[in-house]
């Protein structure tokens, strides 16, 4: 429990200190969902905010649960990330950080107008989850963002 409200403390502070005042369209927000393989088939769903970063640069963070059948069990597992767009085009490369209690994933990808992400990365183990096999190792993600209001000023 404390690891999560460690988390999620650390990225409202990080938007709170690079933000800008955000107006109904200096932001995108809505909801996520993407598939990721790494040790086994994980489903995620949850929600983003994106805003102006610097000139033409973009930064996002997420809040998402991950759901996993592996080893015969289910599990659902918190996690929080940050993606920096260092572009606004309609095809630019990202940097991304996931984090959850157990994993520390830094990636890099290419999205589609940040609507649809494709990434690879290597999660290292923070610490192994009871009664599973540690969670790292090469990840690759396919994610779908559907931004609830469509337009981001620069």
């Not at 938007?15 to 994980?42: C, E, M, V």
């Not at 059948?69 to 929080?80: D, G, R």
């Not at 984090?99 to 990808?109: A, I, L, N, R």
Request: charged residues 15%; proline residues 6%; aromatic residues 16%.
């Amino acid at each position: 429990m404390q690891n999560r409200n460690t988390l999620w403390i650390t990225c409202m502070i990080i938007l709170l200190a690079f933000g800008r005042k955000a107006t109904a369209q200096d932001h995108l927000i809505g909801p996520t969902l993407s598939y990721q393989f790494q040790k086994g088939s994980i489903v995620k769903t949850g929600a983003y905010f994106a805003f102006p970063f610097l000139g033409d640069n973009i930064l996002r963070a997420d809040a998402t649960a991950n759901f996993t059948w592996t080893q015969k069990k289910f599990a659902v597992i918190p996690e929080a990330a940050l993606t920096y767009y260092p572009q606004t085009y309609v095809l630019t490369p990202f940097v991304r950080a996931e984090v959850t209690p157990y994993t520390f994933t830094p990636k890099v990808g290419a999205s589609l107008a940040t609507l649809l992400d494709i990434d690879f990365g290597y999660g290292f183990s923070i610490k192994d989850k009871k009664d599973y096999r540690p969670m790292k190792g090469f990840a690759v993600s396919l994610r779908f963002s559907i931004p609830l209001n469509y337009r981001l000023n620069m």
